[in-house]
């Protein structure tokens, strides 16, 4: 199932506190403060829709997360995602209360309160259509 994308978007070979963006540059963590520092924690998957549109066409599918899904925003930079039994750790870095980079790429934060989280992210894929991901998590 490919609504992982963004939480696994990519490994690295080396453990480091850095993240490369799409652009190019390489970001440092900083603790996010005020409205931001409410992603940080631990929050359960309540669902994650994904859109794969091409020939035209709206492909959509909807994953309704379990007790065991989570992803958890920790104070190191890393993202500890745990998604249908497998564990993933990426970089991220909170750009503000809108914008978030995940292992470089960038992604809109469309809700954000201190019992609910939803990232949005879209992909164009070539020349085909785009692929569009919605994550919806709750504490």
Known sequence: MATTLLF????????????????????????PTGEPAKVMGKWQ??????NNHFA???HIETYNG??????????????HTFFQGVLDVSN????????ITIDGDP???????????VIYDKDKTGTFGFTEITYDLKK
């Open 107 to 117: 992604a809109d934060i469309k809700v954000l309160t201190d019992s609910k989280l």
């Open 66 to 79: 379990t007790a065991a899904d989570y992803a958890e925003f920790k104070n190191s930079g890393k993202l």
């Open 56 to 58: 035209g066409v709206d």
């Open 45 to 50: 998957v309540a669902s994650i829709t994904t």
């Open 8 to 31: 696994t978007a990519c490994k690295k070979d080396k453990e480091d506190d850095s993240t490369t963006t799409d652009d190019g540059v390489n970001e440092e963590f900083v603790m």
């Open 92 to 99: 991220f870095t909170v750009r503000s209360a809108t914008q």
